[in-house]
Protein backbone atom coordinates (compact mmCIF):
# COMPACT_ATOMS: atom_id res chain seq x y z
CA UNK A 1 0.00 0.00 0.00
CA UNK A 2 2.54 2.74 1.01
CA UNK A 3 4.85 1.36 -1.85
CA UNK A 4 1.75 2.09 -4.44
CA UNK A 5 1.05 5.52 -2.74
CA UNK A 6 4.74 6.32 -3.20
CA UNK A 7 5.12 5.28 -6.84
CA UNK A 8 1.25 7.30 -7.57
CA UNK A 9 2.56 10.20 -5.55
CA UNK A 10 6.08 10.51 -6.92
CA UNK A 11 7.60 10.75 -3.31
CA UNK A 12 11.03 10.30 -3.63
CA UNK A 13 12.43 7.08 -1.68
CA UNK A 14 15.37 8.49 -0.42
CA UNK A 15 13.64 10.82 1.83
CA UNK A 16 13.89 9.70 5.41
CA UNK A 17 11.29 7.82 6.42
CA UNK A 18 10.11 10.27 9.60
CA UNK A 19 9.95 13.20 6.39
CA UNK A 20 8.57 10.73 3.75
CA UNK A 21 5.54 9.95 6.25
CA UNK A 22 4.85 13.81 7.18
CA UNK A 23 4.62 14.54 3.53
CA UNK A 24 2.71 11.49 2.66
CA UNK A 25 0.74 12.85 6.04
CA UNK A 26 0.03 16.23 4.40
CA UNK A 27 -1.09 15.18 1.10
CA UNK A 28 -3.31 12.98 2.60
CA UNK A 29 -4.53 15.68 4.71
CA UNK A 30 -4.89 18.13 1.53
CA UNK A 31 -6.68 15.50 -0.45
CA UNK A 32 -9.32 14.60 2.28
CA UNK A 33 -9.86 18.60 2.44
CA UNK A 34 -10.60 18.81 -1.14
CA UNK A 35 -13.42 15.70 -1.41
CA UNK A 36 -14.73 17.11 1.91
CA UNK A 37 -15.51 21.12 0.29
CA UNK A 38 -16.23 19.80 -2.61
CA UNK A 39 -19.02 17.11 -1.34
CA UNK A 40 -20.44 20.13 0.95
CA UNK A 41 -20.30 21.92 -2.29
CA UNK A 42 -22.30 19.51 -4.71
CA UNK A 43 -24.56 17.78 -2.30
CA UNK A 44 -25.86 21.07 -1.05
CA UNK A 45 -26.96 21.62 -4.15
CA UNK A 46 -28.43 18.39 -5.21
CA UNK A 47 -30.27 18.57 -1.57
CA UNK A 48 -31.42 21.61 -2.45
CA UNK A 49 -32.78 20.24 -5.63
CA UNK A 50 -33.88 16.63 -4.48
CA UNK A 51 -32.23 14.91 -7.56
CA UNK A 52 -30.43 15.89 -10.29
CA UNK A 53 -31.50 18.07 -12.74
CA UNK A 54 -30.81 19.39 -16.17
CA UNK A 55 -28.66 21.83 -17.33
CA UNK A 56 -31.01 25.63 -16.28
CA UNK A 57 -32.61 27.52 -19.28
CA UNK A 58 -31.69 31.37 -19.14
CA UNK A 59 -34.30 32.68 -17.19
CA UNK A 60 -37.07 34.25 -18.64
CA UNK A 61 -38.27 38.42 -19.06
CA UNK A 62 -40.21 40.09 -15.98
CA UNK A 63 -43.49 39.32 -16.90
CA UNK A 64 -43.27 35.98 -18.44
CA UNK A 65 -43.68 32.23 -17.26
CA UNK A 66 -41.70 31.00 -14.58
CA UNK A 67 -40.70 34.47 -13.68
CA UNK A 68 -41.02 33.23 -9.84
CA UNK A 69 -38.86 30.55 -10.14
CA UNK A 70 -36.23 32.04 -11.75
CA UNK A 71 -36.09 34.60 -9.35
CA UNK A 72 -35.58 31.54 -6.37
CA UNK A 73 -32.83 30.06 -8.85
CA UNK A 74 -31.18 33.69 -8.56
CA UNK A 75 -31.03 33.41 -4.99
CA UNK A 76 -29.33 30.48 -4.85
CA UNK A 77 -26.46 31.06 -8.06
CA UNK A 78 -23.26 31.29 -6.49
CA UNK A 79 -20.73 33.80 -7.75
CA UNK A 80 -17.91 31.79 -7.04
CA UNK A 81 -16.14 29.48 -9.05
CA UNK A 82 -16.55 26.43 -6.69
CA UNK A 83 -16.78 25.26 -3.30
CA UNK A 84 -12.80 24.87 -2.95
CA UNK A 85 -12.07 28.34 -4.16
CA UNK A 86 -14.98 29.50 -2.04
CA UNK A 87 -13.62 28.26 1.02
CA UNK A 88 -9.88 29.13 0.64
CA UNK A 89 -10.13 32.66 -0.28
CA UNK A 90 -13.20 33.23 1.98
CA UNK A 91 -15.30 34.93 -0.71
CA UNK A 92 -18.65 32.98 0.27
CA UNK A 93 -21.55 33.56 -2.06
CA UNK A 94 -24.35 36.80 -2.74
CA UNK A 95 -27.41 36.17 -1.89
CA UNK A 96 -30.74 37.97 -2.11
CA UNK A 97 -31.92 38.89 1.07
CA UNK A 98 -33.53 36.21 3.80
CA UNK A 99 -34.68 38.99 6.08
CA UNK A 100 -35.32 42.67 5.40
CA UNK A 101 -36.03 45.77 7.89
CA UNK A 102 -38.96 46.97 5.71
CA UNK A 103 -39.59 50.42 8.46
CA UNK A 104 -40.53 52.63 10.30
CA UNK A 105 -37.99 55.68 9.01
CA UNK A 106 -37.59 57.68 12.57
CA UNK A 107 -37.82 54.16 14.42
CA UNK A 108 -34.86 53.23 15.08
CA UNK A 109 -33.94 51.02 11.97
CA UNK A 110 -30.41 52.01 11.81
CA UNK A 111 -29.46 50.93 15.62
CA UNK A 112 -31.48 47.42 15.29
CA UNK A 113 -29.47 46.84 11.79
CA UNK A 114 -25.99 48.08 13.64
CA UNK A 115 -26.57 46.01 16.71
CA UNK A 116 -27.82 43.19 14.38
CA UNK A 117 -24.33 43.19 12.57
CA UNK A 118 -22.44 42.25 15.77
CA UNK A 119 -23.48 38.53 15.43
CA UNK A 120 -21.43 36.46 13.24
CA UNK A 121 -24.74 35.10 11.74
CA UNK A 122 -25.74 37.97 10.55
CA UNK A 123 -24.27 39.77 6.87
CA UNK A 124 -26.12 43.37 6.12
CA UNK A 125 -25.59 45.58 3.39
CA UNK A 126 -24.53 49.02 5.20
CA UNK A 127 -26.30 51.73 2.82
CA UNK A 128 -29.96 51.59 2.45
CA UNK A 129 -30.24 50.15 -1.58
CA UNK A 130 -33.39 51.44 -1.94
CA UNK A 131 -34.56 48.82 -4.14
CA UNK A 132 -37.84 47.64 -4.21
CA UNK A 133 -39.06 51.57 -3.86
CA UNK A 134 -36.60 53.32 -5.77
CA UNK A 135 -34.31 51.18 -8.12
CA UNK A 136 -36.85 48.18 -9.35
CA UNK A 137 -36.33 48.71 -13.22
CA UNK A 138 -32.30 48.06 -12.12
CA UNK A 139 -33.08 44.12 -11.93
CA UNK A 140 -32.40 41.25 -9.30
CA UNK A 141 -29.04 40.92 -10.65
CA UNK A 142 -27.96 44.86 -9.57
CA UNK A 143 -29.84 44.10 -6.14
CA UNK A 144 -28.23 41.08 -5.42
CA UNK A 145 -24.32 42.40 -6.33
CA UNK A 146 -25.09 44.87 -3.55
CA UNK A 147 -25.14 42.31 -0.96
CA UNK A 148 -22.29 41.32 1.02
CA UNK A 149 -20.72 37.77 0.84
CA UNK A 150 -21.85 34.75 2.72
CA UNK A 151 -20.88 31.38 4.21
CA UNK A 152 -23.68 28.57 4.38
CA UNK A 153 -26.17 29.17 7.59
CA UNK A 154 -25.00 33.34 7.79
CA UNK A 155 -28.32 35.60 6.72
CA UNK A 156 -28.32 38.43 4.46
CA UNK A 157 -29.78 41.26 4.91
CA UNK A 158 -30.75 44.53 3.99
CA UNK A 159 -32.81 47.54 5.73
CA UNK A 160 -34.70 50.11 3.79
CA UNK A 161 -37.61 51.79 5.95
CA UNK A 162 -39.33 53.92 3.65
CA UNK A 163 -40.51 50.34 1.98
CA UNK A 164 -43.00 49.97 4.68
CA UNK A 165 -44.79 53.29 2.95
CA UNK A 166 -44.39 52.32 -0.92
CA UNK A 167 -47.12 51.11 -2.19
CA UNK A 168 -45.53 48.30 -4.70
CA UNK A 169 -43.32 47.26 -1.80
CA UNK A 170 -45.17 44.28 -0.79
CA UNK A 171 -45.91 42.81 -4.37
CA UNK A 172 -42.06 42.90 -5.41
CA UNK A 173 -40.79 41.51 -2.32
CA UNK A 174 -43.07 38.86 -2.56
CA UNK A 175 -42.35 38.15 -6.24
CA UNK A 176 -38.73 38.07 -4.97
CA UNK A 177 -39.44 35.37 -2.58
CA UNK A 178 -42.69 35.08 -0.75
CA UNK A 179 -40.75 33.12 2.39
CA UNK A 180 -39.05 36.51 2.91
CA UNK A 181 -38.60 37.95 6.95
CA UNK A 182 -40.00 41.33 7.64
CA UNK A 183 -39.07 43.15 10.35
CA UNK A 184 -40.75 46.64 11.20
CA UNK A 185 -39.38 48.97 14.13
CA UNK A 186 -42.31 51.43 15.25
CA UNK A 187 -42.49 54.11 17.46
CA UNK A 188 -44.83 56.46 19.10
CA UNK A 189 -46.01 57.86 16.25
CA UNK A 190 -46.15 61.36 17.44
CA UNK A 191 -42.52 61.19 18.82
CA UNK A 192 -41.75 59.78 14.88
CA UNK A 193 -43.30 62.91 13.47
CA UNK A 194 -41.67 65.41 15.83
CA UNK A 195 -38.00 63.56 14.92
CA UNK A 196 -39.03 63.24 11.17
CA UNK A 197 -39.39 67.28 11.50
CA UNK A 198 -36.29 67.70 12.83
CA UNK A 199 -34.48 65.84 10.52
CA UNK A 200 -35.85 68.13 7.88
CA UNK A 201 -34.91 71.22 10.11
CA UNK A 202 -31.24 70.02 10.31
CA UNK A 203 -30.95 69.88 6.22
CA UNK A 204 -33.65 72.79 5.87
CA UNK A 205 -33.86 75.53 8.47
CA UNK A 206 -35.96 77.79 6.99
CA UNK A 207 -38.98 75.32 6.59
CA UNK A 208 -42.13 76.06 8.10
CA UNK A 209 -43.27 75.58 11.77
CA UNK A 210 -44.07 71.85 12.87
CA UNK A 211 -47.20 73.57 13.75
CA UNK A 212 -48.43 74.76 10.81
CA UNK A 213 -47.24 71.71 8.96
CA UNK A 214 -49.42 69.36 10.93
CA UNK A 215 -52.71 71.01 10.51
CA UNK A 216 -54.94 71.81 6.88
CA UNK A 217 -56.76 73.93 9.28
CA UNK A 218 -55.65 74.85 12.81
CA UNK A 219 -58.69 76.70 13.39
CA UNK A 220 -60.95 73.63 12.85
CA UNK A 221 -57.92 71.15 14.27
CA UNK A 222 -58.40 69.29 10.34
CA UNK A 223 -54.51 67.04 10.32
CA UNK A 224 -52.65 67.27 6.71
CA UNK A 225 -52.36 63.63 6.44
CA UNK A 226 -50.74 64.37 3.08
CA UNK A 227 -47.48 65.51 5.13
CA UNK A 228 -45.53 62.54 5.11
CA UNK A 229 -44.32 62.81 8.66
CA UNK A 230 -47.69 62.47 9.58
CA UNK A 231 -48.89 59.86 6.65
CA UNK A 232 -45.85 57.81 8.32
CA UNK A 233 -47.61 57.27 11.53
CA UNK A 234 -50.73 55.84 10.18
CA UNK A 235 -49.24 52.18 10.46
CA UNK A 236 -51.99 50.18 10.56
CA UNK A 237 -52.89 51.59 6.98
CA UNK A 238 -49.88 50.64 5.60
CA UNK A 239 -49.72 47.27 7.47
CA UNK A 240 -53.08 46.34 5.85
CA UNK A 241 -51.33 46.40 2.13
CA UNK A 242 -48.51 44.43 3.64
CA UNK A 243 -50.76 41.72 4.63
CA UNK A 244 -52.17 41.19 1.05
CA UNK A 245 -48.81 39.22 0.48
CA UNK A 246 -47.10 38.22 3.44
CA UNK A 247 -48.92 36.42 6.85
CA UNK A 248 -48.70 38.44 9.96
CA UNK A 249 -46.52 35.70 11.31
CA UNK A 250 -43.78 36.33 9.03
CA UNK A 251 -43.49 40.00 10.36
CA UNK A 252 -41.76 41.11 13.22
CA UNK A 253 -42.52 44.33 15.05
CA UNK A 254 -40.03 45.69 16.97
CA UNK A 255 -40.69 48.44 19.43
CA UNK A 256 -38.61 51.63 19.26
CA UNK A 257 -39.22 52.37 22.69
CA UNK A 258 -38.05 49.09 24.21
CA UNK A 259 -35.02 48.89 21.20
CA UNK A 260 -33.76 51.87 23.93
CA UNK A 261 -34.98 50.43 27.21
CA UNK A 262 -34.22 47.14 27.05
CA UNK A 263 -32.08 46.50 23.84
CA UNK A 264 -30.94 42.56 24.54
CA UNK A 265 -34.98 42.12 25.20
CA UNK A 266 -35.62 43.42 21.53
CA UNK A 267 -32.80 41.82 20.36
CA UNK A 268 -33.57 38.48 21.96
CA UNK A 269 -37.28 38.80 20.25
CA UNK A 270 -35.23 39.09 16.76
CA UNK A 271 -32.87 36.66 16.94
CA UNK A 272 -35.32 34.04 17.93
CA UNK A 273 -37.58 35.23 14.97
CA UNK A 274 -34.88 34.88 11.99
CA UNK A 275 -33.58 31.31 13.84
CA UNK A 276 -30.22 32.18 15.62
CA UNK A 277 -28.70 31.41 18.56
CA UNK A 278 -28.93 34.42 21.08
CA UNK A 279 -25.75 35.64 21.15
CA UNK A 280 -26.40 39.44 21.49
CA UNK A 281 -26.59 39.79 25.30
CA UNK A 282 -26.60 42.67 27.86
CA UNK A 283 -22.97 42.45 27.62
CA UNK A 284 -23.12 43.68 24.26
CA UNK A 285 -24.35 47.34 25.64
CA UNK A 286 -24.13 50.33 27.94
CA UNK A 287 -25.98 53.32 27.65
CA UNK A 288 -24.74 56.34 26.42
CA UNK A 289 -26.38 59.07 28.76
CA UNK A 290 -25.41 62.39 26.43
CA UNK A 291 -27.02 60.32 23.38
CA UNK A 292 -29.95 59.17 25.29
CA UNK A 293 -29.81 55.66 23.85
CA UNK A 294 -27.88 51.95 23.96
CA UNK A 295 -24.20 51.70 22.71
CA UNK A 296 -22.17 48.98 21.50
CA UNK A 297 -19.24 47.70 23.51
CA UNK A 298 -17.44 46.54 20.72
CA UNK A 299 -18.93 47.18 17.17
CA UNK A 300 -18.53 44.56 14.23
CA UNK A 301 -14.87 44.22 13.42
CA UNK A 302 -14.05 46.66 15.92
CA UNK A 303 -12.54 46.50 19.24
CA UNK A 304 -13.85 49.48 20.42
CA UNK A 305 -17.61 51.15 21.41
CA UNK A 306 -19.63 52.35 18.96
CA UNK A 307 -22.14 54.63 18.98
CA UNK A 308 -24.45 55.64 16.17
CA UNK A 309 -23.11 58.91 14.26
CA UNK A 310 -24.57 62.67 15.31
CA UNK A 311 -27.22 62.25 13.10
CA UNK A 312 -28.71 60.18 15.76
CA UNK A 313 -29.94 61.46 18.93
CA UNK A 314 -30.59 64.91 17.81
CA UNK A 315 -32.36 67.31 20.33
CA UNK A 316 -36.22 67.78 19.37
CA UNK A 317 -37.71 71.52 19.18
CA UNK A 318 -40.03 72.61 21.54
CA UNK A 319 -43.57 71.60 20.25
CA UNK A 320 -46.55 73.20 21.27
CA UNK A 321 -48.14 70.89 23.36
CA UNK A 322 -51.65 71.74 22.43
CA UNK A 323 -50.80 70.32 19.13
CA UNK A 324 -48.71 67.62 19.95
CA UNK A 325 -52.55 66.31 22.27
CA UNK A 326 -54.01 66.67 19.21
CA UNK A 327 -51.79 64.69 17.50
CA UNK A 328 -52.59 61.79 20.02
CA UNK A 329 -56.20 62.35 19.36
CA UNK A 330 -55.73 61.97 15.47
CA UNK A 331 -53.63 58.94 16.06
CA UNK A 332 -55.40 56.97 19.44
CA UNK A 333 -57.95 55.21 16.65
CA UNK A 334 -55.05 54.10 14.45
CA UNK A 335 -53.28 52.67 16.90
CA UNK A 336 -56.16 50.71 18.40
CA UNK A 337 -56.49 48.82 15.47
CA UNK A 338 -52.85 48.54 15.12
CA UNK A 339 -52.55 46.64 18.48
CA UNK A 340 -54.76 44.30 17.62
CA UNK A 341 -53.37 43.45 13.98
CA UNK A 342 -50.27 43.07 15.55
CA UNK A 343 -51.38 41.34 18.96
CA UNK A 344 -48.86 43.74 20.69
CA UNK A 345 -49.77 46.66 22.91
CA UNK A 346 -46.91 49.39 22.18
CA UNK A 347 -48.57 51.61 25.18
CA UNK A 348 -48.24 54.73 23.40
CA UNK A 349 -51.70 56.20 24.56
Known amino acids: MGQRLNRCL????ALPPLRRRLLLLFIMLFLWLYMFYSCAGSCAGLAARGSLAPPRAAPPLPGEPGEESSLEEQ???PDAAGPISSFFNG????RLPQ?????????GTRALLEFLRVHPDVRAVGAEPHFFDRNYERGLAWYRDLMPRTLEGQITMEKTPSYFVTKEAPARISSMSKGTKLIVVVRDPVTRAISDYTQTLSKKPDIPTFESLTFKNRTTGLIDTSWSAIQIGIYAKHLENW???F???QILFVSGERLISDPAGELGRVQDFLGLKRIITD???YFNKTKGFPCLKKAEGSSKP??????KGRTHPDIDQEVVQRLRDFYRPFNMKFYQMTGQDFGWD
Open 10 to 13: DVPV
Open 75 to 77: RAA
Open 91 to 94: SGTK
Open 99 to 107: AIIIGVKKG
Open 243 to 245: LLY
Open 247 to 249: PIG
Open 283 to 285: KHF
Open 306 to 311: HCLGKT
